[in-house]
């Protein structure tokens, strides 16, 4: 009986986290440490704690961040109110915020400003959720499911904007974006589609695996929005999927009367988490067989390590 490993592409860094690592690198080279992070600059445990060795740190407290001190907004972006106060203490800052983040935030902020309420897709306590609702907290409600929307049925007459997170799962926000159309069918649209194009292109990738699965192995961290949804897309195919930071939290059990296994990782992830994966698997006898592509990537992000 042979043992294979089938392994999707795209799965790497997406643009926007490759953009903000090398920020938080470059700004390490070129003013030393300490330099503070607002929040985890990525969702991955593996980056964090490198850059911790290299003298980062990440801090969401200001009160904690001495007067004079480097800051960068991570990758998820701060709300008005702290970029205000990270000036009024004479901090020095570095903007790594995603620029697809930004553009539903400017959204938000366009939409209130002509008038609008909005209903935002996405988990109330994610950092992204959190600066949509604190750009305007009197006009912006958050909902994750059915339930949510429901409960906003005083709504009705007011002007109605929709926007998402950018890290959701397409079939549930798809499906709940209908929902809340036939709800509030005159509620105003993005222009353009708010969930990331390497969320969509991952997901679409492991959705395709899903045809020919025994088990479904995800690098990721439980922290991250990208890594649980493609953990779920598995789980709702009935198919048996696992959620690990590293090769260590393979779980050799999981090996028993199995013949084929697939390995994705989210896009947080990098490249060598994923192929430390492949050489433990390969040590205990597995064969790599076969990558499946299904869309090219080559979006770049430009950055500057100017502070402000």
């Known amino acids: 009986m042979s043992?294979?490993?089938?392994?999707?592409?795209?799965?790497?860094y997406c643009a926007w986290v490759d953009r903000a690592i090398q920020i938080l690198d470059g700004a390490l080279k070129k003013y030393g440490s300490p330099i503070y992070v607002n929040h985890e600059i990525i969702h991955n445990k593996y980056i964090v704690n490198f850059?911790?060795?290299?003298?980062?740190i990440f801090e969401e407290n200001l009160d904690n961040i001495p007067k004079g001190s480097i800051i960068i907004f991570s990758a998820h972006g701060v709300w008005p109110d702290?970029?205000?106060?990270v000036k009024e203490r004479w901090l020095k800052y570095i903007d790594a915020t995603c620029p697809l983040v930004t553009k539903v935030h400017t959204e938000a902020k366009h939409f209130v400003k002509d008038g609008y309420e909005i209903i935002y897709i996405g988990k109330k306590n994610h950092q992204e959720a959190i600066w949509v609702k604190n750009e305007n907290p009197n006009k912006t409600y958050v909902v994750y499911n059915k339930d949510d929307v429901d409960n906003l049925s005083w709504l009705e007459w007011k002007k109605l904007a929709l926007l998402t997170q950018t890290t959701l799962s397409v079939d549930d926000t798809t499906a709940l974006?209908?929902?809340?159309?036939?709800?509030?069918?005159?509620?105003?649209?993005?222009?353009?589609?708010?969930?990331?194009?390497?969320?969509t292109n991952r997901q679409a990738a492991v959705k395709e695996m899903t045809q020919y699965i025994d088990t479904l192995l995800i690098v990721g961290s439980e922290s991250s929005s990208n890594s649980n949804k493609l953990r779920d897309i598995g789980e709702k195919k009935w198919i048996n999927s696992y959620l690990i930071?590293?090769?260590?939290?393979i779980d050799e059990s999981i090996f028993d009367n199995l013949e084929n296994i697939w390995v994705s990782s989210w896009a947080s992830g990098p490249e060598k988490l994923v192929q430390e994966v492949l050489e433990y698997l390969k040590s205990k006898g597995?064969?790599?067989?076969d990558e499946l592509k299904?869309?090219?990537?080559?979006m770049v992000f430009a950055y500057n390590l100017e502070l402000k």
């Open 286 to 289: 597995w064969i790599m067989k």
């Open 51 to 56: 850059f911790e060795k290299r003298g980062a």
């Open 245 to 249: 930071d590293t090769f260590e939290d």
């Open 177 to 199: 974006i209908e929902y809340i159309k036939e709800l509030y069918p005159d509620i105003d649209l993005p222009r353009a589609k708010d969930i990331c194009y390497a969320t």
């Open 3 to 12: 043992f294979n490993i089938y392994l999707a592409s795209p799965r790497w």
């Open 294 to 298: 299904t869309i090219e990537e080559n």
């Open 82 to 85: 702290f970029r205000a106060e």
